[in-house]
DNA sequence: ACGCATATGTTACACTTGTAACACATGTCA
DNA sequence: TGACATGTGTTACAAGTGTAACATATGCGT
């Protein structure tokens, strides 16, 4: 399962706030800040599909999409895959360091500490 | 500048311990562990130069190659970037939870902190 | 002077990502 | 029932990246 892309990131962002969204939705949402064309997050969309970032579904006649992962999941993916690379730290990481961000709620962060540092690993 | 890809990041951690190096130096470091050709390689240098990431010059009629920027100053966009988009921290950093990574000095986490955290910004 | 190793210039091709248009179906409203 | 809005399928094209071959120059050894 590839990384989400930054563009990819964005709208992975409205889903885990309000899933699941169809796309008209998810251009409101992200489509201004981005300067996207509602075609762009189309095809954004899609290719998330593609990737198994998001599933798509139909209800009522609409196309909706949701995320496949947890946010705790794909981020700890990333940021592994950030720390590895670039610091090659392969270890633990230390996630308290981050808990300022708000991305993340505090169970949130419990559970990517969990994925990133936890015994319990189950992918 | 744009940042590093994850190849040319490669490029530039064997740069950064010794360069300046020619062509066939950087493959004999960096093309065993990528799995790289002679060519490849050579591409990869090619556009780092384009983008600025490397500068070249001639030594003994031979193209040498040499990061731009510091290690500590190119990181330091890295992980702006990084924090910035992933976990939308844009005030200061928390580098003192990094210092585990063996990839800076203390001295370049100085430089780094300085860069990233620091008073004096002159980019 | 010739051939080989090495250096360098140039070109190629596929895949990903950014960014979007065109075209068609269908429901709704006048 | 015909036009319009909205949803959806399909296609396009450029830049960036991974990955590499082909061709040419040139120095060095015999």
Redesign the pocket.
């Known amino acids: 399962m590839?990384?989400?892309?930054?563009?990819?990131l964005s709208i992975l962002k409205v889903l885990w706030a309000e899933a699941p969204l169809?796309?008209?939705e998810i251009q409101e949402k992200v489509g201004p800040e981005?300067?996207?064309?509602?075609?762009?997050t189309?095809?954004?969309l899609?290719?998330m599909v593609e990737?198994s970032l998001l599933e798509i579904c139909?209800k009522h006649?609409?196309?909706?999409y949701e995320p496949v992962d947890s946010k705790a999941r794909t981020l700890s993916g990333v940021m592994r895959e950030f720390f590895g690379t670039v610091l090659e730290m392969k270890g633990p990481l230390p996630t308290a360091a981050f808990h300022d961000s708000k991305v993340l709620t505090e169970e949130e962060w419990l559970e990517l500490d969990d994925l990133l540092n936890g015994s319990n690993r189950d992918d």
Do not use: D, M
């Not at 981005?34 to 762009?40: I, K, M, P, V």
């Open positions: 590839s990384q989400p892309s930054k563009s990819e169809s796309a008209r981005l300067g996207w064309s509602f075609s762009t189309r095809t954004t899609s290719r990737k139909t006649g609409v196309r909706i």
